[in-house]
């Protein structure tokens, strides 16, 4: 929303625009509207309060999602592909139009495409772990849909890394550089967790069936590698699955 914080925001050189309500849920028109006011609607009234600032170089660093691939199959993604055309795909797709208006007013703008955050508290994980604790955990559908995710700490990292990186800027896949099939989180996050996995993989329809529209992002995902992370030499701590979830399940085992 607009008010007195655009006339405080002025005044700064940096912005991080993490804004846009939760995409995990049953869809229907109020939550896809919401979805698509919350990440626009603010990001414009972002790139306003940045306008009215004077001198000093300007960056703002706006989140995105992956979802702006669409559904590729197994196809490797990096930034140079091209949007899909589902519903999450186009909002997105405005959502980074909205960031990169900024640059009309010579501010930088790096748009961060980011994927499965996976932390403590909060994300997929806060649900998954109790699941697989009770040996109720399993995959979805035929488990191979990619997933690509970060853990949270290389997720900050990463927006810290941008920040010193005065050449680096337009679209950043935001994601560890092993993105991995469903059954391999599946396997993985169970190992982990010293659990069995005793339930078959719940089927594609039970999915669509309890989730509708979105049950679709669960059930195709993205394979998405951080190219230009990877090129400019960005340290990632947990590269790979097994190494995030050992260091975010400590103490849960």
């Given at each position: 929303m607009t008010g007195p914080w655009q006339q405080k925001a002025a005044g700064h050189e940096v912005f991080i625009n993490l804004a846009?309500?939760?995409?995990?849920?049953?869809?229907?028109?109020?939550?896809k509207r919401e979805m698509r006011e919350s990440r626009i609607r603010t990001t414009d009234h972002l790139v306003t309060a940045m306008a009215r600032g004077?001198?000093?170089?300007?960056?703002?660093?706006?989140?995105?999602?992956?979802?702006?691939?669409?559904f590729r199959g197994d196809e490797p993604l990096d930034e140079n592909a091209l949007p899909g055309n589902d519903f999450l795909a186009n909002v997105t797709v405005e959502w980074e139009a909205a960031a990169n208006n900024a640059r009309r007013f010579g501010i930088r703008v790096t748009i961060c495409r980011f994927g499965i955050v996976l932390g403590k508290k909060g994300g997929v994980l806060q649900k998954l772990v109790p699941l697989f604790k009770s040996s109720l955990g399993t995959s979805l559908g035929r488990g191979d849909q990619w997933m690509s995710w970060i853990h949270e700490i290389d997720l900050a990292d990463v927006l810290l890394f941008l920040l010193d990186q005065p050449d680096l800027e337009g679209p950043i896949n935001c994601t560890a550089p092993n993105p991995v099939r469903?059954?391999?989180?599946?396997?993985?996050?169970?190992?982990?967790?010293?659990?069995?996995?005793?339930?078959?993989?719940?089927?594609?329809?039970?999915?669509?069936?309890?989730?509708?529209?979105?049950?679709?992002?669960?059930?195709?995902?993205?394979?998405?590698?951080?190219?230009?992370?990877?090129?400019?030499?960005?340290?990632?701590?947990?590269?790979?699955?097994?190494?995030?979830?050992?260091?975010?399940?400590?103490?849960?085992?």
């Open positions: 846009g309500s939760s995409i995990f849920g049953r869809w229907n028109d109020k939550v004077k001198g000093g170089e300007k960056h703002l660093l706006s989140a995105s999602a992956i979802g702006y691939y669409g469903n059954r391999e989180m599946t396997t993985t996050l169970a190992e982990t967790l010293g659990a069995r996995t005793l339930l078959p993989p719940v089927p594609g329809f039970m999915v669509q069936l309890l989730m509708g529209e979105f049950g679709n992002v669960i059930l195709k995902g993205q394979n998405v590698l951080p190219r230009r992370l990877l090129e400019e030499g960005f340290p990632f701590q947990f590269p790979t699955m097994k190494e995030a979830l050992e260091d975010i399940l400590k103490g849960e085992v």
